[in-house]
């Protein structure tokens, strides 16, 4: 953990210098957010956010002075007693009703604000998340997922974050110590304004100073929550495996190291944020006994009257709660643009498999209906792998069944995410009815090919829900037809709740051969041109997969199937069977052919045969 932190962070590098860098650039993804928020009345609503802040800010420097005047109307003896009431009581309301305005403008300001805020909010949270579920196979296996989805949730608070406190207190804190300011100086004199000033600046650069020094802080403990939340849902997806092995207590000590370090992390902030209040309580306890003197002395030589001391501490007073905001407004927005950064970081994190600028919709299917494929040379390695797939050619007509027979590892799975152009191949091309797939528009690809894999994970939803997932729009009767096909017609007939049964997270309230069957059942319902199978009925007893054999046989009318098994009988009607060895093919032909060649395919069927 720890060492995974260090590279993180390089030495040398100030903790500045990362989210300076991004502030512009947080800006102009704020701005671009806010604009395509869709929020309703967004113009108007901007607008009146503004005026709102900006006379909240005006309205909370004259408060002081109108009470300051009250006070000195007490102590002016030519006004009769009753009139003297009066005046007090008429400056005493105003007073009153301006401070009122003042605090009621931000509440004003957030209510009509709000709905921009949120509506950005969940644009970028949106955006993130779609995002990340289009990157490759390869950024999803090796992501955590607890750990993402804390990165985009936290990004999209952060967003709202920045927009509130950023633009509507951070900016409107500078305007009103101008305001405070010029006020000062023009009512009394310079020094007032100068003891503002320069209380305030004091303020701002120790805030600063420390705020920086603790940014490191609030990354590890950022590091420290994520990595133990990250460890928690791995283990808690992975149960069966965690039981299996016994490992309950290996699973919780890792969660409760991961604990250690995020506690100890806590703790250094809490620290020195504890710190940081002190320094800036000591400082504005000062700015204010130096006003207080100031203004004491003045009374004191007649210079002023009593109403402006008070009016003086009031107006360095109303300051100060701004100012408490700024040190706290620092803090978050520059936590918060650590969260916005790294959810930035995943949504710029480029598409391996997207769209190509020029892509084209599948030529029409004709009358044998569409899928051709072909392997043209493909290559292909993960990562810096030095084996893969090598060097594989073969072409499959509509109507037609090409079939991946081998060992283990041999790389029939990598063949068909090929297929599927979950991955693009380093050599040569994948085509489907002639077009190269890194042409074709993915919405089109997706929708002309299927996939039942070997591992059907299903959603924690209904029965129904998860076969319509393939076409969400399917009717019941289609879903029923989907099911019966695949076999799953007596099982959903006898569940007392049928369709609509919920089958648990990753559909694990499922035996291996119904969530294979559901997997089947989604697959016949897209009705695809290319349907694909990986090793998709090895999870089934012989009369059920015989019963499915049945069916795909007459799924297989019109379009193309792909077919991985262990079981060769399952594949021995196919037209092409491919022998596949350490990403190489290492025979090919129909069945009889590869028998009468008696080479590795022949040796493999008369070793599962005399088994049988
Ligand atoms: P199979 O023929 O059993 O379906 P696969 O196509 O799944 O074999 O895997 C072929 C080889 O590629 C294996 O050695 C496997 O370890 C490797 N492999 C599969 N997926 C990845 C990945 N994401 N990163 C690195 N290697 C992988
Ligand atoms: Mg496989």
């Known amino acids: 953990m720890s060492g995974s ?62 009470l300051g005047r009250a006070v000195n109307s007490l102590t002016r003896h030519a006004h009769a007693a009753v009139q003297l009431g009066w005046s007090f009581a008429a400056l005493a309301i105003g007073w ?33 998340f779609e ?15 607890g750990a993402l989805s804390r990165t985009v949730d936290r990004g999209a608070r952060a967003v709202d974050f920045l927009l509130r406190v950023l633009v509507f207190n951070l900016a409107p804190t500078a305007l009103e110590l101008i305001f405070a300011a010029g006020v000062l100086a023009k009512a009394y004199d310079w020094r007032f304004a100068a003891t503002a000033v320069v209380t305030v600046f004091i303020y701002g650069v120790f805030t600063f100073a420390i705020s920086d020094w603790r940014i490191s802080h609030r990354r590890r ?47 250094e902030a809490n620290v020195s944020l504890a710190l940081l209040n002190m320094v800036q309580g000591a400082i504005m306890s000062l700015g204010l006994a130096v006003m207080a003197i100031l203004a004491g002395m003045e009374a004191a030589s007649g210079r002023m009257g009593p109403g402006d001391v008070t009016a003086s501490i009031l107006i360095l007073i109303s300051l100060y709660q701004p100012l408490n905001i700024l040190g706290f407004a620092y803090r978050e927005i520059r936590q918060s643009m650590i969260d916005m950064e790294a959810m930035l970081d995943l949504t710029q994190q480029k598409l391996d498999i997207a769209d190509a600028p020029d892509a084209v919709g599948l030529p029409p299917a004709d009358a044998g209906r569409g899928g051709r494929l072909a392997f043209d040379h ?15 050619s073969f072409e499959v007509q509509p109507g037609q069944t ?23 191949p380093q050599e040569g091309a994948v085509t489907l009815d002639g077009v190269d797939l890194r042409k074709v528009r993915l919405k089109d690809l997706r929708r002309a090919v299927s996939l039942v894999p070997q591992d059907v994970a299903l959603f924690n939803d209904s ?59 989604r697959a016949l319902l897209a009705d695809p041109r290319v349907l694909i199978l990986d090793e998709a009925t090895s999870a089934l007893d012989s009369r059920t997969e015989a019963a499915i054999q049945q069916t795909l046989r007459r799924a297989r009318a019109g379009r193309t199937m792909v077919v991985v098994a262990h079981r060769l009988s399952t594949v021995a009607d196919a037209d ?31 070793k599962q045969t005399r088994e049988a």
């Open 576 to 606: 092409l069977i491919l022998v596949i060895r350490s990403g190489r093919v290492v025979e090919q032909g129909r069945h009889d052919d590869l028998l009468a060649r008696d080479g590795e395919y022949a040796s493999l069927w008369r």
């Open 5 to 66: 932190m260090r590279r993180n962070m390089p030495k040398g590098e100030t903790p500045d210098a990362r989210p300076r860098l991004v502030f512009s650039r947080a800006m102009m993804d704020l701005a671009r957010l806010v604009l395509r928020s869709h929020a309703p009345q967004l113009g108007l609503r901007l607008t009146v956010a503004l005026v709102l802040t900006v006379a909240g800010k005006l309205t909370g420097v004259m408060a002081p002075l109108l």
């Open 402 to 424: 090409v079939a991946f027979v081998g060992p283990s590892g041999a790389g029939k799975t990598t063949l068909v995410r090929l297929a599927l152009r979950l991955i693009d």
């Open 463 to 521: 029965l129904g829900a998860n076969i319509a997932f393939a076409r969400p729009e399917a009717g019941e009767d289609e879903i029923w037809a989907a099911a019966e096909a695949a076999e799953l017609g007596p099982f959903i007939r006898a569940l007392p709740e049928g369709l609509a049964t919920k089958v648990g997270e990753r559909g694990l309230k499922l035996s291996g051969g119904e969530r294979q069957r559901v997997g089947l059942a």
């Open 221 to 267: 403990l950022n590091e420290a929550d994520s990595e133990a939340s990250g460890r928690a849902v791995d283990a808690l997806l992975n149960y069966e495996t965690v039981k299996a092995f016994g490992a309950e207590g290996r699973a919780s000590a890792g969660y409760e190291r991961a604990l250690e370090v995020y506690g100890a992390a806590s703790n």
């Open 96 to 128: 009153s009703v301006i401070r009122f305005l003042s605090a009621a403008a931000p509440q004003l300001r957030d209510i009509v604000f709000g709905k921009v805020a949120i509506a950005a909010q969940r644009r970028a949270g949106a955006e993130a």
């Open 378 to 392: 493909v290559s292909f390695r993960h990562g810096a792998r030095v084996e893969g797939l090598s060097d594989i």
């Open 131 to 145: 995002h990340a579920l289009r990157l490759s196979i390869d950024f999803h296996q090796t992501k955590r997922t």
